[in-house]
């Protein structure tokens, strides 16, 4: 066990919904990363957080907006959803703002029909 | 120049042999060279990690060996059991002060160790 949770496990909903995942670091992290899985592009870094603050942006599509609060949880809000953004969705926390060692949420699995 | 490119996509070996993955980058300011384990299921968990300083870093039956001038990084896997069947991940990231330590990701390769 990493420390890190996301909620909801797995998501199913339609096209052109709305849907939030969210992330608890480990605690005392202050830096969230957010990653995509999927199985044509592989794991590809979106976007991330430091104390609240957003620090890099990845390939992170303009639909997709993520922010961190005061608790440091964080939460990934896709939108105007679409078949192709069925993924995995892992975030990542670390103690620092680019401390190396990241470990991994157990991943949000998200299907869009 | 922020590709890391790895290979092989998969790997089949029988139980106590050594698989070896091997991975290259470009980005000569990469300075951080980490291997992630997962399994189906579950997210990546970090395995074992390498700075550029180093040629050789081990940790119990995991060795990243490191070649600097060369861009390149393996790791080998020592008297590999049918448990270590899982996807494995190289990845490099700039962690140095400043910069964000994102992780840029491996294509991945699948390994099955055989009884």
């Known amino acids: 066990d990493s420390g890190v949770t996301q909620t909801p496990k797995h998501l199913i909903t339609a096209t052109g919904q709305r849907v939030t995942l969210r992330c608890s670091p480990r605690?005392?992290?202050?830096?969230v990363y957010w990653y995509q899985q999927s199985l044509d592009q592989g794991l590809q870094f979106l976007i991330q957080y430091y104390n609240g603050e957003e620090r890099a942006k990845g390939n992170i599509l303009e639909r997709f907006s993520a922010q961190q609060f005061p608790d440091l949880h964080s939460e990934l809000n896709l939108s105007s959803l679409e078949l192709g953004d069925s993924a995995l969705y892992f975030c990542?926390?670390?103690?620092?703002?680019?401390?190396?060692?990241?470990?991994f949420g157990p991943g949000t699995r998200l299907t869009v029909l | 120049q922020q590709q890391v490119k790895q290979s092989p996509q998969s790997l089949i070996v029988q139980k106590g042999g050594i698989p070896i993955i091997n991975c290259a980058y470009e980005n000569t300011a990469f300075d951080y060279f980490p291997w992630y384990q997962q399994f189906p299921g579950k997210g990546p968990a970090l395995l074992i990690a390498?700075?550029?300083?180093?040629s050789e870093k081990k940790e119990g039956r995991f060795t990243i060996s490191f070649n600097k001038s060369a861009k390149q990084f393996s790791l080998h896997i020592m008297d590999s059991q049918p448990g270590d069947s899982a996807t494995y991940f190289c990845?490099?990231?700039?962690?140095?002060?400043?910069?964000?330590?994102?992780?840029?990701f491996g294509q991945g390769t699948t390994l099955q160790v055989k009884p």
């Open positions: 990845a490099a990231s700039i962690g140095s002060s400043g910069n964000t330590g994102k992780l840029i």
């Open positions: 605690s005392g992290d202050l830096s």
């Open positions: 390498i700075r550029p300083d180093v």
């Open positions: 990542a926390s670390t103690e620092g703002s680019s401390y190396n060692e990241q470990f």
